[in-house]
């Protein structure tokens, strides 16, 4: 890893094997006033992910999904039930194959042409992932399996499928609390299908 000359590691200590990988990195780093000195910064390397965001702009609706998630009930929230995104990590699939994969398990929707919004680090301080966001139009008839998810891995997710401007409200009052819903409702309303230019564009 040579490129950026301001940063040579020296040392990869593997931390914790458990279901990702914690690593702690010791390596120089150059600051701004050109001093060396030496950092260790510890990462939690579980790949990266995919995430997209179904939606009809006939009917006025997105699909979300809605699914327990402790380490967020561990951090204050409510009842650790969190309205997302369907998502997934890539495993061995590329980021549009994932999210079809995602899509059809989670949510039990066929998508058809995908738009790729952007690509993120989503806690870059600690996760090394990084995640690629879409979006895509449905229709009630894409709808072609009952979703929830895969009970053997241990996933048993509700699909909510909610008017558009309640699920933004949602994140204005803290329903919606997962910072990738989050962003693909505010693109949405920005710059995607619920935009008010959308239509002239
Ligand atoms: N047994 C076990 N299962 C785990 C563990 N950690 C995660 N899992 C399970 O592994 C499965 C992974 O499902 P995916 O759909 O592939 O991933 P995801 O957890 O939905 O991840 C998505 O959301 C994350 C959080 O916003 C994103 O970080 C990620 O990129 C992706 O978008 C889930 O059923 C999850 O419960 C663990 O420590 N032990
Ligand atoms: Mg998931």
């Known amino acids: 890893m ?7 590691v020296r040392d990869v200590e593997l931390t914790s094997r458990g279901w990702h990988v914690l690593r702690r990195t010791t390596f120089d780093y150059r600051r701004r006033d050109g001093r060396w ?8 390397d579980r790949g990266n992910g995919a995430v997209v965001l179904p939606y009809d702009t006939a009917r006025g609706c997105v699909l979300l999904t809605r ?22 990590l890539l495993d ?5 194959a994932a999210v079809r994969r995602e899509a059809a398990e989670e ?3 066929t998508l058809g042409p995908l738009t790729h919004v952007l690509d993120a680090y ?3 301080g600690s996760v090394t992932e990084r995640l690629h966001f879409f979006a ?13 998810g895969l009970e053997e891995e241990g996933e048993d997710i509700e699909v909510l499928e909610l008017p558009f401007a309640e699920a933004l409200a949602m994140t204005r009052d803290g329903r919606i609390a997962d910072g990738k819903t989050v962003l693909l409702l ?3 309303a920005l710059d995607g299908p619920f935009a008010p230019a959308a239509g002239v564009r």
Request: hydrophobic share 35%.
């Open 2 to 8: 040579d490129r950026n000359p301001g940063v040579v």
């Open 37 to 44: 000195e030496t950092q260790a910064r510890e990462t939690y």
């Open 67 to 88: 699914q327990f998630r402790y380490p967020a009930y561990v951090n204050d929230h409510p009842d650790g039930m969190l309205v997302e995104a369907a998502a997934g």
């Open 92 to 96: 061995a699939d590329d980021p549009v």
């Open 107 to 109: 949510l039990g929707v």
């Open 122 to 124: 989503m806690s870059p």
């Open 136 to 148: 895509a139009p449905y229709t009630p008839a894409d709808r072609t399996g009952a979703g929830g």
């Open 186 to 188: 505010q693109w949405a």
